[in-house]
């Protein structure tokens, strides 16, 4: 009896330690401090996406030059024939998403973060909190799921970002009457990219951009070989479902 007792004493000792290991949830700024440090190593970047919404399909050839913050690409239909390209400077006129993917800066991060309603907690504001229960009361985060993966969550409901737990990587973002999510993210060199990508506005399906082709620190002088600058009007004489599947794509992620 004694040793059962010690058995199930230990059993219950067990659960709670491995409860209280699942809850931690570290500070809103570390996880968007180590998510940024992850983005540290690359110099330049290739992908090629193949992007599909409920009807229609294009693809982009992007690249990413990490000394000049820029991102340039172009599209082609399902012909190979090119319809349409663009450059976005990171910083300038960025999406949230192409932040939580390429910038290696927190502080640009977390204010765009706070812009978007989303309560990262600052330096500045535990600073000034007056004792460690109100810095902790400062934090509005949680843990959640997600397709069997577990997030932590910053912020509530609308909008909202998850981080994918002990990978720092993004894994939900809910802002701006969009959600979009960051399926299947891989290392390539140790830059982590989410191979799947999608976006929903309420229950509806916007599209998805699924990586065929990652590659890190490719030459770039394909890059410099599209003649292209800043974000262009999507040419009108373009089907209806593919010019939407560019506006979106160029907006919420890149």
């Known amino acids: 009896m004694k040793t059962s007792m010690k058995i199930l004493a230990a059993s219950l000792v067990s659960i709670a330690l491995a409860g209280a290991a699942y809850a931690y949830i570290p500070p809103s700024n570390f996880q968007i401090a180590m998510l940024a440090k992850k983005h ?9 996406t193949r992007i599909t919404g409920p ?3 294009v693809r982009e050839i992007g690249y990413y030059d990490a000394a000049t913050r820029t ?17 976005r400077k990171l910083g300038v006129t ?8 390429f910038e290696t800066n927190p502080g640009n991060i977390m204010t765009a973060l706070k812009n978007a309603g989303i309560p990262v907690v600052l330096e500045t504001d535990l600073a000034a909190a007056p004792d460690e ?16 993966k577990v997030g932590w969550i910053i ?15 993004p894994l939900k973002l809910i802002a701006g009457g969009a959600e979009i999510r960051f399926e299947e993210t891989k290392f390539s060199r140790d830059f982590p990219y989410a191979r799947s990508i999608s976006i929903y506005r309420g229950n509806d399906f916007v599209l998805k951009g699924e990586a065929m082709e990652v590659m890190t620190n490719p030459d770039l002088a394909d890059m410099r070989a599209i003649q292209v600058s800043g974000i262009p009007a999507i040419p009108s004489s373009l089907p209806s479902d593919e010019r939407g ?3 979106q794509w160029v907006q919420w992620i890149r």
């Open 40 to 48: 540290k190593g690359l110099k330049s970047l290739r992908v090629k």
């Open 245 to 247: 599947l560019i506006e």
């Open 71 to 87: 991102w340039k690409a172009r599209f082609v239909d399902q012909n190979d024939r090119e319809i349409y390209a663009f450059e």
């Open 133 to 148: 229960p109100a810095k902790r009361a400062l934090e509005k985060t949680s843990i959640g799921r997600l397709d069997h």
């Open 155 to 169: 912020g509530e409901g609308n909008p909202s970002l998850w981080i994918l737990k002990d990978d720092f990587v």
């Open 55 to 57: 009807s229609g399909q």
């Open 94 to 101: 960025d999406s949230l998403a192409s932040l939580l993917l």
